[in-house]
């Protein structure tokens, strides 16, 4: 190892970043897979930036038109946010459900998403809910769907080790409802086998204007256009529709893998879940008068 | 890199490995340490500060026997970089007790006859700790959740979830 | 004696060691370095077969203060990790360090320095080149690739077991009823890994500690190896993390003990998860027919079984383990004629060995599952057709093992059967279309120790009384968590009237206990609990003769008391006078041989919803009903249930591990091997039933390892009666549910 920064702000992680050069750059955010990975085989020309100590990157904020969520909050105060609750469920419900405790206190959302694994859960939600990320880098400052952060492969994504999360925008959707769940091999912490979240508008009982993200099924977050398009039919046929579209996208995204039939199957059943939880949540709030958001 | 060009973290080489200095609350006490970039909570507290009531059961987040507190909310010590506790207050089951007297936890565990083998045990407390700080009447249901994260071979959970649900009554009635 | 009157037996007294433990000051051998000690790491084969070509060890040696032994040092003895007792003849296979590593994980060289990091990174530097050979991973075919894992030219290890007419029992038949089980290969999931610490010391005695169950067969190991006396080798037992018969068999110890006897050293060997995982032992996977002949009436005639048990790449105990088996299946129903033939197989995987009921869960998972199949096909009920073939107290095992003691495992289904409500809840129930709700249970015994096998069963142990009244059980006792000691210290405490708080049991130390035959074969309550009975009453006769020639009077004990002439005699105060006046210390020895090995029954009842699209089974209800003859504490009785519950949840939905076709381990910690958590734990009920077993102290049998005996079964029948599935190999993860609800649709 060359050196530990433990940079205060953007501009001096900037500044300290242009200083060291061609080296190997590594950005611990809760350090929780950084520690699993590295330990013991850290290169000697590594350079290490503690990001724990920059107050740009935390802050859970609602700004009237989309709501600003650091890049170092941890999956604790994200579902124990009740902004988030509110304005981006589906995000609350992911932080809710990673790992154990412990694990949640530590982990945090700009990590989960610069970790680019494909069972990640909080991925999915961010890009269900239009979330963009706010990224800086030598060349300045740039804004990029959750989506294009993801790209196309599994197991990478599209930043690099000189790319620093800030912090993301969730633009907040009046008379939108938004979920996510996952189904493991346990109830509370397990690694997801699939995962699924869907945002919505919601009015007397339909859905419109509907987005859905698959995780797991190779890269941490998969949009589904034909299952968008089922949940918008009306409610006779709306939750079969929706299945069949994401078993027919399942087949598409991992052909012949031995894991398909049971990824087909759980997602069914995520469907009738989250079908059940977005008509819960659509019609608690049209009953609140308080319209909530994706 | 030069020391000085370091941000807020002082480093010192010795032979060739670059340690950094660091200062945090354990138990209550001020300590300071000089740890690797790539040091684990858990070995700072076992190794450098005799405090071996934190057990490694799996090196990976996945069992909790390691459980502390970190600014009062459990954290696996074996996935918590040691530099990032610089400047953080650290809790373990030693730090527990009171002017010598057992945290009523401690007590419910002895009295629910909540201990086999006890290598989970500690990090069983410390995780029922942080949730009774949180919520001092958790449900049963809140209780498994919280203790999720910490997995047992002896017990079945039985004999610890009612020794935390204990805990929570004795400190109910307490405030009474 | 009545019951109530009982002082400590049966009552919920504290464990000695609980305040120490959730103080996190009860020390573990990792948590305590030794001085001058080396920190051993060692070097694991990461491929399933392959021989080494070359081991370079120059680059790690040349760091100073590294010592580096490797297979090329090593003694050419082969030993069998599972004999505990000269001349038990388990077949050799094992080394302990190799150039040909049969399993990923397998030991090739033991790389040692002053810490732990620093063995780590040298280990990191030693270059090995291996030749690759393919890995034998399938059963079915390990027999003949056995060659190109083992040159001992043997292909697998049979065994066999018959008795009565079984080929006139089948021709007899009604009907003949076959199912095929597989049982997974299990991590025994200790939280405490593995580690060991051998100590050199003068007059040419190693030294070693390591939390074990078999003191006496450690040192029987060390010896056979290292080719020195017994007298030689000191073995103690460290604390222990857990164990649940993965620390049963040596894994490192033999290896310590070489190493630190050559380096005149102490060494220190600990590892991590994936190391105890990859490297230790496991439950041996079964997999295997069974097959009933019955009446039109329901009665069992005659049961075969032709059983395939999965070694790993050492035979270890697995043999013995495999006729264990065999021997089990004649102690729970009424079976006229039984033929078992067992066949163990080696594969180049983690190496499996002792795990909780020793061949029982396997054994009963395959037959009641079996029996729940059959009875459904054949339209009997699966309650009463089990009712009539359980056996009934003191009925003869027709294998002819020791008697069946007070069995009281028809009152355990009848009970819990009424308790749990089995009659009113046997139809199965959908809700919201994809949630199947059905209950299923399981019979289930054990054993009390090894009387009437061919493994020897005694334990010998001396009591003292000390001058203030306080005692001393001198025993060979490992306590692995269950509370041993305590319950120990409760029998003492009942004979004599000593104060519990005031008796100090001792674990074993080969050097100044006496013999025991271990931690093994759930001898602990019947057998040891025995002895501490028995010699707790020679000892308080030779206080009472003693009080007695002391004073010239009559002296008898009543009640916990010493009484002289109607006056009570504090105990302290006698044994000074005795001590002082007559020269004589009250401390009595005993040597108890058992005569009888009664058997111990469960019957577990669980009621579980599965939904069929993710395949997740959850446990709504689950009851354990335990003939356990008398709790001597019943929290600690308790708590194993618990705990043999939460294994046998795992070992019948998540728990395995498996390999790919290179022998590769897909799961090598706790993020791909799931144990149950918290909050899939269900609220377990528990019945007792506590009729007192003659021959054990105060009417007391095991309880430990059967308490999981029973639970993969239950569970399997619920989730099978749920679905109308006939799930039969286990686990039953959610990807094999989904998979059989899509076949009952077809």
């Known amino acids: 190892m060359k050196g530990l920064f433990a940079p205060q702000s953007i501009k001096e ?3 300290l970043l242009a200083e060291c050069g061609k080296n190997e750059k590594h950005l611990i955010a809760g350090g929780t897979d950084w520690l ?28 009237e038109s989309f709501l600003r969520l650091g890049s170092m909050e941890t999956m604790t105060s994200i579902h124990s946010s009740g902004v988030i609750r509110l304005h981006a469920t589906a995000l609350s419900d992911a932080a809710a459900s990673m790992g154990s405790v412990q694990i949640r206190n530590r982990a945090t959302v700009g990590g989960n998403l610069a970790n680019a694994s494909p069972a990640a859960d909080t991925p999915s939600a961010l890009a269900v809910l239009g979330a963009s990320a706010v990224v800086f880098s030598l060349s300045g400052r740039r804004v990029l769907s959750v989506e294009e952060v993801l790209g196309p492969c599994p197991n990478k994504n599209t930043l690099s080790d000189s790319d620093i999360i800030m912090e993301f925008c969730i633009p907040l959707r009046k008379e939108y409802v938004s979920a996510f769940k996952k189904i493991g091999s346990r109830s509370e912490v397990s690694i997801a086998r699939v995962n699924m979240a869907v945002s ?20 941490a977050a998969k949009r589904c256009p034909s299952a968008e398009t089922a949940l918008s039919m009306e409610t006779s046929l709306r939750e079969q529709s929706f299945k069949d579209a994401l078993c027919e996208f399942a087949g598409q995204m991992i052909p012949g893998r031995s894991t398909l039939p049971y990824k087909k199957s759980a997602l069914m059943a995520l469907a009738e879940d989250l079908l059940e939880m977005l008509e819960e949540r659509g019609r608690a709030s049209e009953k609140s008068g308080e319209k909530s958001h994706g | ?80 970089p040691a530099f990032q506790t610089d400047g953080h207050d650290i809790l373990t089951v030693d730090g527990l007790e009171e002017n010598g007297e057992l945290d009523v936890i401690q007590q419910s565990f002895i009295d629910c006859d909540a201990v086999q083998c006890g290598f989970c045990t500690p990090g069983m407390i410390m995780s029922a700790k942080a949730l009774l700080i949180k919520n001092p009447s958790p449900s049963r249901e809140e209780i498994r959740t919280a203790l999720a994260g910490n997995i047992c071979r002896c017990t079945g959970y039985t004999q610890i979830i009612n020794a935390v649900e204990t805990a929570a009554e004795r400190i109910g009635e307490c405030r009474r | 004696m009545d019951k109530r009157s009982y002082n400590y037996i049966g009552k919920n007294i504290i464990r000695c060691d609980a305040a120490d433990k959730v103080q996190g000051r009860f020390l573990y051998l990792s948590d305590e370095p030794f001085p001058n000690a080396l920190v051993g790491v060692i070097l694991m084969s990461p491929h399933a077969n392959a021989t080494v070509r070359s081991i370079d060890v120059s680059e790690a040696i040349g760091i100073e203060g590294v010592e580096i032994l490797t297979y090329l040092d090593i003694p050419s003895v082969k030993y069998n990790s599972g004999e505990w007792f000269p001349g038990q003849e388990d077949f050799p296979d094992e080394t302990i360090l190799t150039g040909h590593a049969r399993h990923v994980g397998d030991r090739i060289a033991l790389v040692m320095a002053e810490t732990e990091e620093k063995a780590r990174k040298a280990r990191d530097l030693v270059r090995v080149e291996y030749e690759i050979m393919p890995a034998v991973t399938v059963l079915e075919t390990a027999a003949d690739m056995a060659g190109t894992l083992h040159e001992d030219g043997e292909k697998s290890f049979e065994g066999s077991l018959c008795y009565g007419d079984i080929d006139q029992a089948f021709s007899a038949a009604a009907y003949i009823e076959s199912d095929t089980i597989a049982t997974p290969k299990v991590h025994h999931a200790a939280m405490e890994t593995h580690s060991v610490l051998a100590i050199p010391r003068p007059g040419n005695v190693i030294e070693v500690r390591t939390p074990c169950q078999i003191t006496f067969g450690v040192q029987h ?47 220190f060997i600990n590892t991590t998860r994936e190391e105890t995982i990859l490297s230790t032992r496991t439950r041996a996977a079964v997999k295997g027919k069974v097959e009933t ?104 095992d027709l294998s002819g093992g020791a008697n069946i003691g007070k069995a009281r495992v028809i009152e355990c289904l009848k009970r819990g059967a009424e308790s749990f409500g089995w009659e009113e809840n046997i139809t199965p129930k959908v809700s919201r279309g994809r949630f199947f709700t059905g209950i299923g249970f399981a019979c289930c015994t054990h054993g009390n120790g090894y009387y009437k096998t061919k493994y020897h069963d005694f334990s010998n142990m001396s009591l003292k009384i000390l001058e203030d009244g306080s005692a001393i059980l001198r025993a060979s006792i490992h306590e692995l968590g269950s ?56 000892a308080v006769k030779m206080l009472t003769q003693e009080a007695s020639k002391l004073l010239d009077k009559p002296v008898r004990f009543s009640q916990g008391s010493l009484v002289c002439e109607g006056k009570r005699l504090e105990i302290g105060g006698t044994v ?22 009664p058997a111990s029954f469960g019957v577990h009842f669980a009621e579980v919803t599965v939904d069929k699209l993710t395949g997740l089974v959850k446990i709504n209800r689950y009851l354990a009903v335990h003939d356990i003859g008398q709790a001597i504490n019943e929290s600690f009785v308790r708590g194993q249930i618990y705990g043999g519950i939460q294994m046998g949840i795992g070992m019948a939905l998540c728990e395995e591990l498996p390999y790919d076709s290179n022998g590769m381990p897909k799961a090598r910690n706790f993020d791909k091997y799931h144990l149950i958590n918290a909050p899939d734990m269900p609220d377990s009920e528990i019945i007792l039933i506590e009729d007192g077993e003659p021959g054990g102290p105060f009417g007391a049998k095991s309880i430990g390892e059967i308490s999981t005996v029973p639970v993969s079964a239950a569970i399997v029948n619920a989730v099978n009666r749920a679905l109308g599935s006939s799930l039969t190999d286990l686990p039953l993860t959610p990807a094999k549910i989904v998979e059989a609800v899509a076949d009952l649709k077809k």
């Open chain 2, 1 to 80: 890199m030069n020391e000085g060009s370091n941000g807020n973290k002082e480093l010192t080489m010795i032979v060739g490995v670059i340690f950094l200095k660091i200062e945090l609350k354990v138990n209550g006490k001020l300590r300071r340490a000089e740890v690797e970039a790539s040091e684990r909570l858990i070995d700072l507290l076992r190794q450098k500060l005799g405090l071996v009531s934190v057990k490694e059961g799996c090196g990976a987040g996945e069992c909790g026997a390691c459980t502390v507190l970190m600014d009062g909310e459990a954290v696996c010590s074996c996935v918590v």
């Open chain 3, 293 to 396: 002949a019955v009446d039109a009436e329901g009665l069992i005639l005659g049961r075969r079984f032709e059983l395939t048990v999965d070694a790993g790449a050492y035979l270890t105990g697995t043999k013995k383990l495999m006729i264990a088996m065999g021997k089990k299946a004649s102690r729970l129903y009424r079976i006229p004629a039984l033929s078992y033939t067992g066949s163990v197989v080696r594969t180049s995987t983690t190496p499996a060995g002792a795990c909780r009921g020793y061949g029982s869960p396997q054994i009963h998972t395959i037959t009641e599952i079996h029996t729940d199949l059959m009875c459904r096909r054949l339209g009997f009920d699966p309650v009463g057709f089990r009712l009539k073939n359980l056996l009934k107290e003191f009925e003869e």
């Open chain 3, 483 to 538: 509370g041993a000691t305590t319950a120990l210290a409760q029998i003492v405490g009942e004979v004599t009237g000593i104060d519990v708080s005031k008796i100090t049991v001792t674990e074993t130390d080969t050097q100044f206990t006496s013999y025991d035959s271990g931690c093994q074969a759930s001898r602990v309550i019947y057998v040891c609990g025995e002895c501490a009975r028995l010699v707790s009453e020679a």
């Open chain 1, 36 to 63: 699993i990975k590295t330990r013991g085989n850290l290169s000697e020309e590594a350079v290490l930036f503690d990001l724990s100590k920059m107050p740009e990157l935390r802050g859970i904020e609602n700004k």
């Open chain 1, 200 to 219: 919505a508008r919601y009015e007397d009982g339909n859905f419109s204007d509907a987005r859905v993200f698959i995780g797991t099924l190779g890269s």
């Open chain 1, 13 to 15: 992680f900037l500044a």
């Open chain 3, 221 to 267: 190991s060390i010896a056979q190896v290292l080719k020195i006396p017994l007298s030689k080798i000191r073995v103690i037992k460290a604390n222990m993390g857990g164990t649940f018969g993965g620390k049963q068999e040596v894994v490192f110890e033999v290896l310590c003990a070489w190493a630190a006897n050559k380096l005149k050293r102490p060494v």
């Open chain 3, 576 to 597: 000074r006078e005795i001590m002082k006046k007559r020269r004589v210390s009250i401390e009595a020895n005993f040597e108890h041989r058992p005569e009888m090995n």
